[in-house]
């Protein structure tokens, strides 16, 4: 750690001319550093070319590194006269600098959306290297001692506020290292192309947890906690699961459950509680389905376990779509047929190397003969209506173009009418008039 100054060394060149001298070239230093920084900012912001190392972090070094050439520079020249005070003492500060915009700049990978972050970085960086300076010149000394002097009595252990904000402090730096190096392993697993989508997406939740943890438990025995006292907040736990969080916890392992087994995954079309969509997220929670008319919805692990999902794209992503068409009866059906066929293989979306467009006769009903156009598709994200649409359109444009018909409800009334019978007509008389509709009169009616 820097040893805090003695002010009475400050007071003692400050009594001389050179400590002057010593204290203007320091400055100088620090004013042509911040220019320099300013300059090449600017040069590179109106070029468009700024300086990258990493993602941008020697853009943060241009003041401190000037800075710190200037000073050494001066230091060496100083030397040759007497030892330099004040330059001596911008040293260390300037190197903390470096040291302190670099480490804010990489939390902003660590919590990439922390908006403050990215927006008050410089801000964050001069106000940790103003604590910094205080710690420097003594000021966090006497602060420290006045904190470790609050002490609140937590049963047979009291614990100062000195305590306290130290154990915060190691927690907060165990859990950013960790979150660190979890966000870098999962970046590296979720480039990995030769593993599934599924299997990446359960590594990478895996890991950040088992790290969590890990970091938890060190941060916790660093901070001279007991981990014996874990087992009293274990069994709480079990008891809240058991009594109010059991549909939180079934979410959970259900979500596991399906990251394990690959029944769903990313980018599968899927129709569960009576929603069709692509699978657009898999959380440990809950999986996203955003339909084709662009609504999201939020399905819970455990429905998609529990219930039965129609997985439209879990062996293949090709599905069959089946587009009705009704023609008269005195239509050529053998003809129908060949241009529903024909207006398929038209169709740029519709597969034809296998499982080719084929077209049917599937009953002969009221109006008119109802046939069936089936077609193969391997984009069903694509949707299914404008596809059924095009079809539709260019079936009706071949049946017009080649004469056949499309029927339309209609109803017939007939009027039958007859002469009336009388007299004795026989047995089948009576059974004919009034098959007929007429009613027979019967001798002496």
Known sequence: MLPSIDFSRVEAALSKPAGWIDLAIALACFAIGFLADRRLRVKAAAAHDVIRAGAGGVNRLIFPLVTLVLLVAASIAFQRYRTPFFISLALPLVIALAVVRLVVYALRGVFPGASWLATSERAVSFSVWGILVLYFLGVVHDVAADLDALVIPLGKTPISLLDIGKALLVVLLTLSITLWISGFVE????????????????????????LLVVAVLIALNAVGLDLTLLSVFGGALGVGIGLGLQKLASNYIAGFTILIDRSIRLGDMITVDNRFGVVSKVTARYVVVKGLDGVE????????????????????????????VQVTYGSDLERALELMVEAARAEPRVLKAHNEPAAFVVRFADSGVDLELGVWINDPENGQGNLRSSLNLAIWRSFQANGIGIPYPQREVRIVGGSVHTGVQGAAGPAAEAGAGIPAERPGG
Do not use: F, Q
Not at 195 to 205: G, Q, T, V, Y
Not at 297 to 324: D, F, G, K, Q, W
């Open 187 to 210: 970046g590296r697993l979720m480039r990995a192309e030769g593993l599934d989508s599924s299997l990446r997406a359960l590594a990478a939740k895996a890991v950040r947890a088992v």
């Open 297 to 324: 919805a939020i399905v819970p692990n455990e429905t998609l376990v529990t219930t039965t999902v129609l997985n439209h794209s879990y062996s293949t992503r090709e599905i069959r779509i089946a587009v009705p």
